[in-house]
């Protein structure tokens, strides 16, 4: 039984050259969805079996005599892609490095992002894995300052026409459906972080999306693991690091949005989504002369 997605339906097709296969088996090692199978020396093809051909290109990546086409589910045989040499890829030094030059960046300079530099990062945050393929995940491009700030003004204004649900009785009311850690965090978190939203955009500063030159809005469909929004997005920072500018992952535009049609259907969203976060990225305006150590909660093995 197929997959389901927003973007598939089917299974994927797969063809095999049979006379160029020699049987190795790996295609029918790395096929998940299971419509792959070996009966008397010959990879044969099944899309009956458990989830048939679900679109991963898995067996196309992984066949040493690349006799393998797979078409359908947003995948192509042109989707292929000759790996660099081990030398152009990053040590795990160099990984690290990275990571640990980045910050989370709130202040920007004037200078807008390049239309280049944009399609790098969404090509990088392309190639971050997915639940189910094809990816599910969306993307909200808001380039310029002018219209960050049009959404950052318009996320503000419709939380403040909402912000009675926070007001002292309301969140009395509220309590025996909240959990204590969610009540916590509406008191010191949701709350001053509203006001102080709202009192910045009557100075028109920007306390939301700190004046960004670009936001990059990463949802997702009902059908998607709930994660893919996530990773996608660290895909981008990382990216962003990489092409010398400043990035910053803010969690609460998502929330606000999903109870918005009005919002939705402004800027093009899906009308349903799961999850989502935005990343704002800039050229930043400071130089950071040392790195922080971060740690985990905890580690533990068993």
């Known amino acids: 039984m197929s997959i389901k997605t927003s973007r598939a339906a089917g299974t994927a097709e797969v063809v095999i050259d049979h006379e160029s296969c020699i049987g190795c088996g790996l295609c029918v090692r790395v096929c998940k969805g299971a419509p792959l199978y070996i009966e008397q020396g010959k990879v044969h093809v099944d899309q009956s079996r458990v989830f048939g051909c679900i679109g991963c290109g898995h067996c196309m ?155 990059l809005f990463f949802t997702s469909s009902p059908y998607a693991d709930p994660a893919d929004p996530y990773i996608a997005a660290t895909y981008a920072m990382v990216a962003a690091e990489s092409l010398g500018l400043g990035s910053c992952m803010i969690g609460s535009v998502a929330p606000v949005v999903k109870y918005s049609d009005f919002l939705k259907r402004k800027y093009g969203l899906p009308m349903k989504y799961q999850s989502g976060i935005v990343v704002i990225l800039g050229y930043p305006t400071l130089t950071y002369q040392r790195a922080l150590k971060r740690t985990f909660a905890d580690v533990r093995y068993y």
């Open 61 to 215: 990546a992984v066949c040493p005599r690349d006799c393998i086409r797979v078409h359908g589910r947003c995948l192509s045989p042109d989707d292929r892609k000759t790996l660099s040499e081990e030398t152009l890829r990053a040590s795990y030094e160099q990984l690290t490095s990275l990571l640990l030059a980045r910050r989370s960046v709130r202040e920007f300079s004037s200078k807008e992002v390049e239309q280049e530099y944009i399609e790098k990062i969404i090509d990088a945050a392309s190639m971050a894995p997915m639940g189910i393929p094809p990816s599910d995940v969306y993307i909200m491009v808001l380039a310029g300052r002018d219209k960050v700030k049009g959404f950052s003004d318009d996320l503000v204004d419709f939380a403040c026409s909402k912000k009675w649900l926070l007001s002292p009785p309301m969140l009395m009311l509220e309590r025996p459906f909240m959990g204590e850690e969610e009540h916590e965090l509406m008191k010191s978190f949701v709350v001053p972080a509203l006001n102080m939203f709202i009192d910045g955009k009557k100075k028109g500063e920007d306390w939301l999306l700190y004046n960004a030159p670009l936001a």
